[in-house]
Structure formats: structure tokens, C-alpha cells
């Protein structure tokens, strides 16, 4: 497996189940406050409609020239990962509240309990909420295994890293019974930003006739030092924000 | 027409996010380098640029509002 190759599993695999661990919550507040069953009918036919956009797009990618598939979708990929990243180095510096799956959860269940009486034989709340947010969490989880698998040239790879990552999740939630609070989602969103800004980055420059100085093993260089501006950024951020803080409590002494 | 909008403005959330300026900033340095490259010119360091500037840029730019 070449190093490309396993940046794009490392990559798909955090990415899909991060997502993975969000849709997770929204089904088991809604399976256990309200309806298994229908929970479970809103994931099944998530998945459905998940099958028919990689059917519709999947085919549709792989056809593209390589170039233009990749100033295309490394170019989404780039200013998809940015948004990830731009996100991540805000919560990391406290400028956006952190994501917590125990209070996901708890909002989830209040809402689901608020919605009315549970219908004995099919429960739409449980089946629409269910539905829409493993519909919602999929196509990210989608889009990033097709974008990575098209410009790799190996859906089949990529798809096999989401779908081990989504089984991983969903038996770790089904053990537990429980939302994952203790996977750190915060910290593995960081990382992902990074590696999606990196692989978009990268294929995006190439897609448009930019040459890499060392090919790819310039992704060797482009991960790490994003990496460190990402970090850099948000030291930078912490002392930025405590500074007028500081300062407050110099006078007040 | 109302499904449409609400579709589009999904897509647009989805993919353009927060900071719309970073999806130009990214179309733009992708078409530089482009004409660079076409014009001869190693122009591998075009992106890189305009990824760490576009980025401090938006993240700044909330930090300053909130400081």
C-alpha cells in the first residue's frame, strides 16, 4: 500500500467515523425514547437513498478525465476541508462551543419527548429523525469516500475504509447503548480538517498542471505543516483572547 | 421552486459553508495556477498561499469580532 493509499484510509476511516458517532446519537435518543423500530426503518431507508446518490455520482466521478477530476473535486475537497478546519481551530481556541455528544444526546431526548404520543405500529417522528440525520451525516461520509476514491482512482478502497469505520461505531454504540461521548470528536475533527485541506490541496494543485516539488511525497511536507499552522493558529488565538482578560485583572489588582 | 431553493442553499451549506470567501479564494487560486502553469511558470506554491492567508484571514476576522 503506497503512502497516498494510506493517508486516504487514515483520512476516510477518522472522517466517516466521526460522522458516524453524530448519526449514532441522533438514532439511539430516538430509538430509546421513542420507537426502535422506526428508528431503525429511518436508518434503512437512509442508507438506501445514501446507495442511490454513490450509484448516480459514483460512475458519474471516475468517468472524468484525471485532470479535471482533480482540479474539480480536489478543489471541493480543498474548500470542503478548510470549512472543517477553520471550524476546528475556532473550537479549539474556544471561539465556537465544542461539540459534546452527551449534550446531543440529552437535546435529542427532550426533543423526542416533547413530540407528541409514539404511534404503536409507526412512529414518522422517530423514522423522519432518524432518517434525516443519518441521510445528513451519510452524504458527508459519502462525499468524502467518493471525493478521496475518485482522485485515488480507488473507490473500492475508500468505500471499504467508511464502511469499516461505520461498523466500528455502530458496534461500539450497540455494546455500549449508550452516545460515544468519550470518542474525542473535537480533536479528531482537527485532524481530519488538516488531512482533507492537505488532500485537497494536493490534488487540486495537480489537477491544475501544478508540479509538486518530490510528487508525493510532498504530501509528507503539506500534512505536518499545515498541522503546525493549525495548532500555531490557535495558541495564537488563546493568548490573542486571554489578553484583554489579563489585562482587566492587572487593574483590578 | 421552493424545494429547489431549499436544495440549493443545502448544497451551498454544505460545501461553501460558513465563509464564502474561502470557496472564492480557493476558485481564484486555482485558476492562477492554472495560467501559470500554463504560461510555463512552477506555480505549485500558488495554493499553499492562498490556503494559510484565506484561512487566517476568516479565523482572524471572527477573532477580532468576538475580542
Request: hydrophobic share 60%.
Amino acid at each position: 500500500m503506497s503512502g497516498t493509499e494510506v493517508g486516504l484510509v487514515v483520512s476516510v476511516f477518522i472522517a466517516c467515523a466521526v460522522e458516524a458517532t453524530e448519526a449514532l446519537t441522533i438514532v439511539l435518543a430516538v430509538g430509546a425514547t421513542r420507537s426502535w423500530r422506526s428508528a431503525m426503518f429511518g436508518v434503512g431507508a437512509a442508507v438506501l437513498a445514501l446507495g442511490a446518490v454513490i450509484a448516480a455520482l459514483g460512475p458519474a466521478l471516475t468517468a472524468l478525465p484525471i485532470n479535471v477530476l482533480r482540479a474539480v473535486v480536489g478543489g471541493l475537497l480543498l474548500t470542503f476541508g478548510l470549512q472543517w478546519l477553520r471550524k476546528a481551530v475556532l473550537r479549539a481556541s474556544g471561539l465556537k462551543a465544542l461539540h459534546d455528544e452527551s449534550a446531543a444526546f440529552a437535546e435529542e431526548q427532550r426533543l423526542a419527548s416533547s413530540a407528541g404520543a409514539v404511534e404503536a405500529r409507526f412512529d414518522g417522528y422517530s423514522f423522519l429523525v432518524s432518517f434525516k440525520g443519518s441521510f445528513l451525516e451519510g452524504l458527508e461520509v459519502v462525499f468524502i469516500a467518493l471525493t478521496f476514491g475518485a482522485n485515488q482512482r480507488d473507490v473500492p478502497l475508500a468505500a471499504a475504509a467508511a464502511a469499516a469505520a461505520v461498523l466500528v461505531v455502530v458496534c461500539a454504540g450497540y455494546a455500549l447503548k449508550a452516545p460515544l461521548a468519550r470518542v474525542p470528536e473535537n480533536s479528531l475533527k482537527f485532524v481530519v480538517g488538516v488531512m482533507l485541506t492537505s488532500f485537497g490541496l494536493f490534488w487540486g494543485g495537480e489537477g491544475v498542471h501544478a508540479h509538486w516539488p518530490g510528487g508525493e511525497t510532498a504530501l509528507l511536507v503539506i500534512n505536518p505543516t499545515l498541522a503546525l499552522f493549525a495548532v500555531g493558529t490557535v495558541a495564537s488565538l488563546r493568548h490573542y483572547l486571554q489578553a484583554p482578560a489579563a489585562k482587566s485583572g492587572v487593574v483590578n489588582a | 421552486m421552493n424545494r429547489v431553493r431549499h436544495l440549493l442553499q443545502f448544497l451551498w451549506d454544505f460545501v461553501v459553508g460558513d465563509d464564502w470567501r474561502i470557496a472564492v479564494a480557493v476558485a481564484a487560486a486555482l485558476v492562477l495556477t492554472l495560467v501559470l502553469s500554463n504560461d510555463g511558470v512552477d506555480a505549485w506554491w500558488v495554493l499553499p498561499l492562498a490556503v494559510v492567508g484565506m484561512l487566517s484571514l476568516s479565523i482572524w476576522g471572527v477573532a477580532r469580532k468576538r475580542g
